[in-house]
């Protein structure tokens, strides 16, 4: 009998198993671009060795870690521009006090930005929510000063019409990289950082639905391994909560279901990778 009953409960673990990884498998194929093309190496597919990361907060580079980290692994030269210091934003869970959070978040960043290894972070004071209203031209200024600094063949940020969340900070950064770009004078390719659109319009309601409508074709996916995207919200403590307090989903499903980076390039003339 004891040996009928290991083998029932044998039975019912491997069903469970069998269960759980059926669930996996179609949570992904529901959350994922179908037919993207992947990304074998930065410097191969992309033609870099400099790379420049232009984003509006502190916890945005999290959208784009793993094309970070790939190119660091591969020696090629990576530099951060973080506009804002995000000292508006809402703790999730609280860790300091408001007046202070501009403090912490930048800390935040920065560790985030040691912890892959990126050769060159810049953390910009230009005002958390602010972005839209700040003088453009200013804004273009810095960039291009980053870009004069950095050096980047391939300059990676938000799609400005789209930003990922219709956030107008994340709007307006991704207009400034795209000016900026273009004024430089220099051969730089612009990438733009998507969200999956089957994701977006499954799960993100109305407003997904619309920055589904609005992203363009992705050309390319870089494998985001789950335990760097969970190690990434686990340094932004002050945001650690935030994918629960928003999308009722914890780091560790989202990304066991979202396992890859999109990217577009922003010159519609080039078709796919090198």
């Known amino acids: 009998m004891r040996r009928i009953a290991l083998i029932a409960i044998a039975a019912a ?17 529901m959350v994922a671009e179908p037919g993207v093309e992947r990304l074998k190496g930065v410097r191969e597919d992309l033609g870099a060795e400099r790379l420049l990361f232009v984003f509006a907060h502190p916890d945005d580079e999290i959208t784009a870690n793993a094309l ?10 990576v530099a ?9 934003g809402t703790q999730y869970p609280p ?24 050769n060159r972070h810049v953390v910009e004071d230009l005002g958390d929510g602010r972005l839209a209203a700040r003088d453009f031209e200013d804004l273009v200024a810095r960039v291009l000063a980053e870009i004069e600094a950095a050096g ?10 789209s ?9 307006t950064i991704g207009r400034a990289a795209r000016e900026a770009v273009a004024r430089s004078g220099r051969e730089i390719g612009l990438v733009y950082v998507l969200a999956p659109r089957p994701a977006l319009t499954r799960f993100g309601g109305e407003n997904g639905a619309r920055i589904a409508a609005l992203q363009p074709d992705p050309d390319f996916a870089v494998p985001a391994p789950a335990r760097d995207k969970r190690r990434a919200w686990a340094i932004h403590e002050s945001q650690s909560e935030y994918l629960q307090a928003v999308y009722g989903m914890p780091p560790w499903l989202m990304y066991a279901l979202w396992t890859r980076e999109y990217y577009a390039f922003a010159d519609e003339g080039r078709e796919g990778l090198r």
Do not use: C, N, W, Y
């Open 95 to 118: 860790v300091v006090d408001q007046a202070h959070l501009g403090v912490v978040r930048e800390g935040e960043a920065r560790k985030h930005g040691f912890a892959i290894g990126v």
């Open 80 to 88: 951060l521009f973080t506009a804002t210091r995000g000292e508006a």
């Open 68 to 77: 970070m980290r790939r190119a660091v692994e591969e020696g090629l030269h």
């Open 13 to 29: 673990a491997a069903a469970l198993l069998l269960a759980v990884l059926a669930a996996v498998l179609i949570g992904r194929a």
């Open 163 to 171: 930003a990922i969340s219709l956030h107008p900070d994340h709007m």
């Open 152 to 161: 980047p063949d391939i300059l990676v940020s938000f799609h400005p019409e």
